[in-house]
């Protein structure tokens, strides 16, 4: 085969058609049923009706006694018989009639007949079997009715929901112990180029012979992030012969996400290799700096992401593209992370007619929208600026030039909030 291959040149793709593209061929992972200890973070695979409900029965949500609200409606204090004695995990054997109570604790199922739970502060013990209600403020209160939280029946948690602690112990509230969720997907990544080097070499990379290979480690460290396994390949060096053996191992990989490469140099082979062995692509480049040499198709049915090498194009296309990509496949109904508004904190050049992502700091002053200022300077290499960055600014490209006070959309880089439609 020729040492490279040069990719056509269709229109290119804005980055939100690339993002829907993409998405739009990426499916859930089957599903798994795990135990309940080990769900924390996975994604439910089906909805989850409760067998139960919470509370099982009516219970008290303090320590004090269960009496009926009328026997307060004279007003107090008043005195009361004390007929029972019942703590959590006990049930009581009789009713309450007028004049009577019960003593009860947090959790303790309330006898017929009561309505209410006076607090212990707000009575005075007078002998065992008698006690005066000093305060009513409680009057009907402080009884969990049945079913309170969840009704038997009710779906608990839908599919689609990311476990968390709290749904964790709802899980084991309704004595799910085991759980269907979708398995975690591998990813397969392959830094590639001559210049750059494994950990292994720090002589090398300290002595200025090599450059680290950062890629290997952010991508591993956002794959991570996101939910998936990382499956590592490695670097392959500027030799087809040396590409296709580390491409041949990314096959048992549930997707495949290459960094650098994918450009047209006399020593970029990746899209040469992958041109031998099939690929079907479904775009190559992308209106967008930085990070416009992204490329996606499938070989031998592997979907394959293809980022750029410049370190803060390869954070930046993993953010838009390959996260995303991974969270559909966890089964999240909602992969993309939501924009918010901002104003921009200072004059900002944006000249090339192509949609910029500028990495930015956000300061708030408590009032109003965020300001957005520069990490500093915006170069694609610069990797500093993305340590910095809270966020990615979307700068749409038919803007040229961006003014203080304008507003703008951000991607928050710690933002939660996710959204099922391409908000960039």
């Known amino acids: 085969m020729p040492d490279r291959a040069t990719p056509p040149t269709p229109s290119l793709l804005t980055p939100a058609e690339a993002a829907a593209a993409i998405l739009g061929e990426i499916d859930p992972m089957p599903v798994e049923c795990i135990p309940l200890?080990?769900?924390?973070?996975?994604?439910?695979?089906?909805?989850?009706?409760?067998?139960?409900?919470?509370?099982?029965?009516?219970?008290?949500?303090?320590?004090?006694?269960?009496?009926?609200?009328?026997d307060l409606a004279d007003g107090v204090p008043r005195e009361l018989e004390i007929v029972e004695e019942v703590a959590a995990g006990r049930f009581p054997t009789r009713s309450v009639r007028s004049g009577e109570c019960t003593r009860v604790f947090t959790g303790a199922p309330v006898p017929e007949g009561a309505d209410t739970v006076v607090r212990q502060e707000d009575t005075t013990r007078l002998t065992d079997r008698r006690v005066r209600v000093d305060d009513a403020r409680d009057a009907g209160?402080?009884?969990?009715?049945?079913?309170?939280?969840?009704?038997?029946?009710?779906?608990?948690?839908?599919?689609?929901?990311?476990?968390?602690?709290a749904e964790v112990g709802l899980l084991a509230s309704v004595a799910m112990t085991d759980v269907y969720v979708h398995r975690k997907p591998t990813i397969a990544l392959l830094a590639t180029g001559d210049e750059v080097a494994e950990l292994d070499e720090a002589d090398a990379i300290l002595e200025g012979r090599k450059i680290a290979s950062s890629n290997s480690y952010t991508m591993l460290a956002m794959t991570r992030l996101a939910g998936a396994e990382p499956m590592p390949l490695g670097i392959a060096r500027d030799d087809p012969a040396d590409v296709r053996q580390h491409v041949q191992k990314a096959f048992p990989a549930d997707l495949f996400v290459s960094s650098g490469g994918v450009s047209v140099g006399e020593h970029d082979h990746l899209h040469g290799v992958l041109e031998e062995m099939g690929l079907q692509r479904r775009f190559w480049r992308v209106r967008m700096r930085p990070g416009a040499p992204v490329g996606y198709g499938r070989v031998k049915g592997l979907r394959w992401i293809g980022l750029p090498g410049n370190p803060v194009s390869t954070m930046?296309?993993?953010?838009?593209?390959?996260?995303?990509?991974?969270?559909?496949?966890?089964?999240?109904?909602?992969?993309?992370r939501?924009?918010?508004?901002?104003?921009?904190?200072?004059?900002?050049?944006?000249p090339s007619r192509l949609q910029h992502f500028l990495r930015v700091r956000l300061?708030?002053?408590?009032?109003?929208?965020?300001?957005?200022?520069?990490?500093?300077?915006?170069?694609?290499?610069?990797?500093?600026?993305?340590?910095?960055?809270?966020?990615?600014?979307?700068v749409p490209e038919e803007r040229e030039r961006v003014e203080p006070g304008d507003e703008l959309r951000a991607i928050r880089l710690d933002e939660t909030r996710h959204v099922e439609v391409v908000p960039f």
């Open 363 to 394: 300061a708030s002053d408590g009032d109003g929208l965020p300001t957005a200022f520069l990490t500093g300077p915006q170069g694609s290499g610069i990797l500093t600026s993305m340590s910095k960055a809270d966020a990615l600014l979307v």
């Open 37 to 70: 200890p080990e769900t924390l973070g996975r994604v439910m695979a089906a909805d989850v009706p409760s067998p139960v409900n919470l509370p099982p029965w009516t219970n008290s949500a303090m320590d004090g006694y269960a009496l009926r609200s009328a």
């Open 338 to 350: 939501r924009t918010i508004p901002v104003r921009a904190g200072e004059p900002m050049e944006t």
């Open 316 to 336: 930046v296309t993993f953010e838009l593209f390959v996260r995303p990509a991974i969270r559909k496949m966890l089964g999240h109904r909602e992969p993309f």
């Open 141 to 165: 209160r402080n009884v969990r009715p049945v079913g309170e939280d969840i009704v038997k029946g009710s779906v608990v948690l839908r599919r689609g929901t990311l476990i968390g602690a």
